[in-house]
Structure formats: structure tokens, C-alpha cells
């Protein structure tokens, strides 16, 4: 309705908050001809005052309406988006449903409760055995103290079972700490957390271009082993793969020329094949979880010969992959080294989906120690360990990842109030790992080769 037509309309209105509704009685006074009268006509008079003040009235009410009926125009457009992303919320929480299912947040059953600490008594005995210290000596009187609780809560029909068992996790992980480290380890390992990332040093498009987006890609991380640079792209959906990319100097990597293709697996769907990107070159052998299983396969790249070892429990196909932001796919089970050696992270249904830092024996692959985190796994987009220490990134902006959790396999102790930029070029981080030969970290960006130097 135009605006004039609409004051006009409020005429009568005004009328009736006015006195001009009402007649006038006067005195008259009769002449020959004529009756005289005296009639007060601004009674009448036009209510200009209160025309002016209904016509900002109405002028606010149809700003508002105009600023409502925008917004509602923007609601309708943004709403697709809303709703897409509802769904991808919805989406992946139902990845998560298995929590329900397996109780992860209600009291542990007494059974279990029992089996777990006749485990870490046994472990705790044998170590003490082997390698008295002062260390498995306090586990075996704390053991001792947890056993006669168990049974004063079983007494006392009092159970507090989640606290018992974070309390014998941390048992199990100090009794980790305490096992025996091979004589002739040397560590250049410093005591302090890392504390800062560089700016990229390296950062270079993949050789085989942007048809590749996902794989892992680093130099040969064990030292006195020949130096090396190698890249594994994934195919079929980034999901695997059977040719490892090696370049024998940096030139030669960064001029991408001189290299070698070294087939693990005679076709990327053959069962010694490379499954996910957490591969890792490590004494001139290629670790990486093999061909849809939860196994973890070595190619010597100098025998040709495969090994292969099943990692007990371990989520695989998409189970319990780097989450966060979203999920990275095939990232279950992550090779990493350090100066201590070879680690594996994944997860299993028994650690709830929280991290389980192992280490491995590089020869067997038998897993020699294993630490378990309060870290969900799917709550991390990578992670990676330095000096027998998990650090683990977090999805902060398409430009930015950020360092924000470490867990030390020595202290048992971790630390979430990280907050270490990472730069990169892309949102996916495929592979993030450390070299402890240049003590650099190695990054797979979505289709870009990016390296990082560390501070602590």
C-alpha cells in the first residue's frame, strides 16, 4: 500500500483521538434577518501535530518491516547451508554411536575391573622380577593397595569403577615406563616440550600433481641409514597405494629428477599393498599398515622381502581415523619414529577410540610397550612423536593447524593447553611426522610436500 494512501486511511483514526467528532452548542443572536453566532472553529483545525508524529510511526513500522523481510530473504538463502551443515553434524556423530553401545560412559563392570588388574599385577611382578627399581617397587605396594580397595568396594557393595581404572591406567603406563630400554639406545633427546614451529622450509607440489592429495612423504628417518627422500601418493579414492617414490640427495628431490619407483606390492589391490597415509621409510624399509587389514606390513627395500604382523586389536578401515574438523579417511594406524625408535598410534574398541601410543620392534614389528592417552583419537587431525613424546594437532583454520596436546611416554603425564601454530597451504593433513636425523617435521598438505623445524 503507497504511503499517502495509507495516511489518508488513518484520517477517520485521527479524527477520533481529536475533538473534531463532536458539534458545538453556542448562544445565537436574533437580528432582523439573521441569527448571529460566535463558533470557536479551531476545534476543527487539521491535527498537523499528530499527523506528523502517526507518520514517523509509520515510517519506523515499515523500516522494520523492510529489515524483517530482508532478513527472512537472507534466512531462506543461508537455510540450504544450514541444513547441509546440520546433516554433516548429524553425519558424524553417527560415526560416534558405538560409544553408546559399548558403554563408554558408565561404570566399568566388576568382571573386567578384575581381569585388568590381574593383568597389571602379573606385568608388574614379572618387570620387578627382571629389573628391580625403586619405581616397580612403589607399582607393586600401589597394585597391592588398588587389589585390597577392589575388594572393600565388592565388601561395601560401593563401586567407583571409572576411578579405579584411570587409576590403573596410569599404573600401566608408568609400568611401561619402567620396562628396560635396549643398552645401546643413545638419546639426543631434550627434556623440555617443544615450544614453537618455523614457517615452512619446504613447501613443493607433489610429483605426480594435484590428481594425488593425499600419501605421505619425508627422508629416510633412521639414522646412519643412507640418506633418502621418498613419496607414497595414494590412489583409489587416496585410499591405497604400492609405489614408493625415492630420491637419493635433496637436489635431486627438489629438482623432482634422478628418482626411483619401488613397487611394494605388484598392484595397489594386491594384499601386501599400502593401505592409508601414515607410511614411514625407517632403515631402508617402507612401514605401513597393509591391504584392509589391521596389519602392519615392512618392504626391505633392499631384499624385497615383506614382513607382516598383525597389531592386536587395532581399529582399521575408517574406525577410528584423525577426525577434528573432518575426517581424514584410511587414517586408523600411523607409523612415526623419534630418537627412541619405531612407534605406531592407533586406536581400539577396548581404549574407547583414545589413542594408544606403541612402540615397535623394527625388525619383528612386535610391539615392545604401549601407552594409553586420554586423548580421542577422532579429536586430533594428526600426530606425530619427538623424543618419546605424542604431540597431536588440531584443525584451526584452513591456513593453520595447531599443536595443542603432548603426552610424555617417560612421565606418563600429558599436557592439553598447548598452542603451537602450524602453517600450511590446504585443509587436509594427511601425513605429519618428525625426522629425528634433521629434526624436521615432514607434512602431506593436500597435494603439497611441506617440512617444518621444530623449537623447544
Known sequence: MPLTLLLWSLLPLLCLLTECEGTQRVQGQQTVDSCLCEVNATLWDFPAQTFENVSETVQTC??????LQA?????????PKITATVKNITDRLHAFQYLNSNSLYHALHLRQLNQELEELENDIKTTHRSAPTVQTKGLTQEVSKVRDEVKDMQKKNVFNLETVRENLRSM?????TCRTIHSQFRSNCSQRLM???????VTKLNPYGKSYPSGSWGRETKPDSPESY??????????????VRRYHSYEDFMASKNHQDVSVASSYT?????????????????????YNTGELCRYDMRTHGVTRKLLPEAGFSNQFPYCYYSCRDWTDIDLSADEMGLWVLYATQRSHGNLLVSRLDAESLNVTNTWTTRLFKKAATNAFMVCGVLYATRFDS???EEVFYAFDTNTGKEDNTLS??????????ANLHYNPVDRMLYMYNDYYLMSYRPYF
Do not use: F
Not at 621418498?230 to 609405489?243: A, I, M
Open 62 to 67: 515499515r523500516d522494520s518491516l523492510e529489515r
Open 71 to 79: 532478513q527472512v530473504l537472507l534466512t531462506d538463502r543461508k537455510m
Open 172 to 176: 600401566r603406563n608408568r609400568l611401561e
Open 195 to 201: 615450544t614453537n614451529v618455523s614457517s615452512p622450509v
Open 230 to 243: 621418498w613419496v607414497q601418493p595414494l590412489v583409489s579414492s587416496s585410499k591405497h597405494g604400492n609405489v
Open 270 to 290: 594386491s594384499s601386501n599393498a599400502i593401505q592409508g597415509p601414515g607410511s614411514l621409510l625407517y632403515g631402508e624399509a617402507m612401514y605401513y599398515q597393509c
Open 398 to 400: 584452513r591456513y593453520r
Open 420 to 429: 603451537i601454530p602450524l602453517e600450511k597451504v590446504g585443509d587436509g593433513v
